[in-house]
Structures are given as structure tokens and as C-alpha cells.
């Protein structure tokens, strides 16, 4: 079924159905197809996707192939010099395009009746390479192209022309997606592995290559990111949690929310498959934000960090460590920990106890190194104290090392540490 309304050459009304109906766009860098039932003009340059609808005349549709039963609009991106080829698919109950000229256009997808859109996307990353490959579905999803005219580009580059300029603009102008209630958020690269996430909001940009979950405030609920790799699971929660790139992968886990006073703690917690090294398996806390780096993670207030089990429940034997600065060094290849470095720390641990201005713990030499210019205290299994501007502890053969200091012999452990 086909009805069209024209006022001289405008066409002011379309309404198609079918067995799915299409419409084709076809660009010199890209194509967008709609697929569904039902097509219908919605605005002068806008068109909505949907499903058979519930009122629809008897026999106008026989049921329709699953395939088929929702709307499907997909993009297909060609290869270029400055892009990477792909193919993003959006499916829903009802789907609105705007046109905005060229090939551009906005896309607004919500869920109906149960029925949440859904986005399968995948990238090209080189000849031979596997491919970067996305999935979700949200409560809404609007995706937003960046559009600068012409003049605009012109007025903004000073009045200057050619490729230089147009480089100014090459970040800029390109879409960000804006999902509401994002849920089974997975995104798969062959260099950074998996890359889970959930929140009340997700804001992709792909110009800045970046990513922002967004928590709920009003209830207290926190975005989360989850990446893994080979032997490697680190989570992330807060209020915001940042992913993006630089020279490599980096996330972000923010305390605050953008335009309210609520804050919520961040966290992290980091599992290293088929490891037993101290941090291999931990949860952190903090006061400020956490930013996750290939070599080191950065804590930006007052943390404390607990020694898990590899399945996440609290290990009695694992360490506590309530630091007012805290940042840990990873080797880059394998995510391990490799050394903590706390300030105004105290520690608690079945090998030992201590409190000084600053701890280190040079994991791959199992050493714990205190440092205080007004001493530093150790207490170790037995009773055994010791006082000194520095003590280095092993705590795996518990030999000790100290200088200009003394040690003590407590038959009551429990009275040393209060």
C-alpha cells in the first residue's frame, strides 16, 4: 500500500506498507537503508519507521517473518582515507530519521511496549585484521551528527581554506550517540579486548573516540564498566565512568555527577587470572576519582584498598591497606601490579601491621618498605615491633631490615596493635 500527497513539488504526506517496505539512500561515502512495515512522513524532511501497528485492516499484512517484524535502518560507512569502513544497525519498535543534508542524518529510536531498541555495530580495523563489534540496547537511543556548514568551518578557521582547515574540524564533525538506560553494553576490539557497561545514560562520540556512562542520581545507582582482557578483569563504578582513547585505552571512574551536588565513591576492583600475587585479586574505594592507566592506576583522595578472593568475596588473609594518597604500578603487557605506593597509610595485614608516611610495596621482590622521618611501626605475627625512620619487610621469608631504630618483643600482640 502506497499513498503520497504533493502540493506542486513538495510532497507533503508518504505513508508506505509492506512485506517490508524500503527506502534507499545511497551517498559517495555511505548508504542508509529503512526496512519495515510501515513507512511514514512525519515531518518535511523526516521519516518514521514502525511496526504493523495494532489497528492495522485485517489482511494487509500476513505475519511477517521475525526478521521483519521491526524496523531495521543500518548505515554502511566506506573506507577512506581518514575512515574506517563499517556497518551499524539499529532495530526497534519505531525508529525517526531527519534529514539534515548530504548523506546526514539524526536518528531517535525509543522502546514501546516492552520493546527496547537495539544497536549491532561493526567496524573495519585493516586488511586481515578482525573486526571492532558493538552491541546494546537502551530505553532510547538519538544519534546526533556534529554538523558544521561550510561557512561555519569558514568563520571558525579564520577565513582559511583547504586541508589544514578542514583538519580542525575532522574530530568535531562526527556523530555522538546519546542512549538513555543502557543495558548489555558490549563492545569487542582485537587490542583492548571486551568492554562491558551499564548506566542511566551512555554518550558516545566517536570524533573524540570516547565514551561517558552515566549513573542515576536519584537513586544512588552507579554507571559501571567492566573491560577484560587475557588475564585480566577490571571493573569500574561511579557516578560517571569515562572510557576512551589516547595512545592507549583509559578509563576514568568520577565521584560526582554533572549537574548535581550527589556523589558517589568510586571504585575498582582488578582480578589477574591464575595469579596469587599480592593485588592480583582487589577492591578499592575513594574519596576522589580513580583514573586507570595501561601502567598505573591513580587514586585522587583518600582510598582504601582490600585484598579479594579471585571469585570477589572478602579474603581473610588478604590485605587492607587506608591511605590518604594511593597509586599502584602495572606492567602494561599484563595489567599485573607491580608496586603500590601509599602516603599517610596504615596497614593491616595477618603478615604484618604498619603505619608511616608513606609504604611501598614492590610486589615482584615481595618487599614492603616504610618510610617515616618520625618513625615508622611494624608490628609482625608474635608481637614483635619494630621503630624507625625506615624498615624494609620481605613477607614472604619475614626477614627484616632496619636501621637507627629499635625492636621490641610484645607477648601481647592484640595491646601492640591498639
Known sequence: QLEAVLD?????????????????RIGPADAVVAVAPR?????????????????????????????????????????????????VEVRGPSIDVHHVGGTDVLVEAVADDGVRPTVNLSLDSGPGGEPTTAFFHAQRLRALPFVLT????????????????DLLFASVAQPWLIVDDVQ???????????????????????????????????????????????????????????????????????????????????????????STALLSHMTAVCQGNIDVLPDRVLFGGPVRATGITADGEQDPDGILLDAN???LRRDAATGDVVQALAKDVHVDWTRLQARSAEI?????????????????????????TFTSPRIEVNYETMAVSYRHGRMVQARDAEAVRR
Do not use: K
Not at 560507512?77 to 575512515?83: K, N, P, V
Not at 561550510?150 to 582547515?165: F, K, N, T, V
Not at 573491560?227 to 589516547?246: I, K, Q
Not at 610486589?363 to 614483635?384: E, F, Q, Y
Open 8 to 24: 506542486g513539488r513538495e510532497l507533503t504526506s508518504f505513508a508506505a506498507a509492506g512485506l517490508p517496505a524500503r527506502s534507499r
Open 39 to 87: 513507512l511514514l512522513q512525519i515531518g518535511p524532511r523526516s521519516l518514521r519507521l514502525t511496526r504493523v501497528p495494532d489497528d492495522a485492516p485485517p489482511g494487509l499484512w500476513p505475519p511477517l517473518a521475525e526478521q521483519n517484524a521491526l524496523p531495521i535502518l543500518t548505515r554502511t560507512i566506506a573506507a577512506g582515507s581518514s575512515r574506517r569502513g563499517g556497518r
Open 150 to 165: 561550510p561557512d561555519m568551518q569558514l568563520a571558525h578557521a579564520g577565513g582559511a581554506r583547504g586541508p589544514i582547515a
Open 184 to 274: 548489555d553494553f558490549q563492545l569487542e576490539d582485537p587490542r583492548y579486548g571486551l568492554i562491558e557497561g551499564s548506566g542511566a545514560r551512555l554518550v558516545l562520540s566517536q570524533g573524540a573516540q570516547a565514551g561517558m556512562f552515566v549513573g542515576d542520581p536519584d537513586r544512588g545507582i552507579p554507571a559501571v564498566v567492566r573491560r577484560t582482557r587475557a588475564g585480566e578483569e577490571l571493573t569500574t563504578r561511579g557516578a560517571r565512568v569515562r572510557v576512551f582513547r589516547e595512545q592507549e585505552l583509559r578509563l576514568q571512574a568520577l565521584r560526582t555527577f554533572e549537574d548535581r551536588s550527589t556523589f558517589l565513591p568510586p571504585s575498582v576492583t582488578l582480578h589477574q587470572t591464575g
Open 325 to 327: 594518597e594511593l597509586s
Open 360 to 384: 611501598e610495596l614492590d610486589i615482584r621482590r615481595t618487599r614492603c618498605i616504610v618510610r617515616d622521618p618520625a618513625n615508622a611501626t611494624v608490628v609482625l605475627p608474635g608481637g614483635r
